[in-house]
């Protein structure tokens, strides 16, 4: 396993367009997490998968979001009609379970990230 | 709501010890976290301390916990120029906005 991948690593889009990004998560983790993170700032928390469930979308940026995880394998997060201020590095990341809940976890694996530009 | 704090920047010369110091408001998290991301480089976690421990020490990294006050600080020993990075303190899903950290010969 060569840890979390994503793709595309950059993704140049126009105002408007919809843009989808996809996340490969370690095999044999069973949460996947999608977070944004703009110049300067940590890492936004945006939603998260336990298998296939998505417990947590409170925090998704608009409706304009969506994520899926339809096998509880990987992920897409998708973006409707993009806008200039969604242009910022997409991470997605994965981790294991110990103990109970998603406050238990040992930490995350983080994926290179897909950088979105909107012109 | 769930928030996480830093100072932005530290720096230090080589061979001194650096302390990063970071609060949390989220008394549930069983686990807190330190993550490094060099630049131009993915997140990468350094370390954890579990919420019921009030220290954990690897290698050159040590780890303090006051639960009471909501305080987490990183430690590292002889700190070197290849320690240059952006440090960011998480609790659960949260992340504090990271400490850049320089390190002068």
């Known amino acids: 396993d060569t840890g979390v991948s994503q793709n595309p690593r950059h993704k140049i889009t126009k105002r408007g367009q919809n843009v989808t990004f996809r996340c490969d998560p370690i095999?044999?983790?069973?949460?996947l997490y999608w977070y944004r993170q703009t110049l300067g700032q940590g890492p936004e928390f945006l939603t998260y998968?336990?298998?296939?469930?998505?417990?947590?979308k409170s925090r998704l940026l608009s409706d304009r979001f969506s994520a899926e995880r339809p096998k509880g394998s990987f992920s897409t997060l998708e973006i409707q009609r993009t806008e200039q201020g969604d242009s910022a590095m997409y991470l997605c990341?994965?981790?294991?379970?110990?103990?109970?809940?998603?406050?238990?976890?040992?930490?995350?694996?983080f994926g290179s990230g897909t950088r979105l530009t909107v012109v | 709501g769930e928030d996480v704090e830093q100072s932005l920047f530290l720096s230090v010369r080589e061979g001194d010890s650096s302390v990063i110091n970071c609060t949390y408001t989220?008394?549930?998290?069983?686990?807190l976290y330190w993550y490094k991301q060099e630049p131009g480089a993915g997140l990468q976690l350094l370390t954890y301390i579990f919420s019921n421990m009030d220290m954990k020490q690897d290698q050159r990294l040590t780890v303090l916990l006051n639960k009471k006050d909501k305080h987490l600080s990183l430690r590292i020993a002889d700190t070197q120029t290849g320690d240059s990075a952006i440090y960011f303190c998480?609790?659960?899903?949260?992340f504090g906005q990271g400490t850049e950290l320089s390190v002068k010969p």
């Open positions: 998480a609790e659960t899903l949260i």
């Open positions: 095999s044999e983790h069973n949460r």
């Open positions: 998968f336990q298998n296939e469930a998505q417990l947590e």
């Open positions: 989220d008394s549930s998290s069983t686990y």
């Open positions: 990341a994965s981790s294991g379970v110990g103990g109970t809940g998603v406050r238990a976890n040992y930490g995350y694996t």
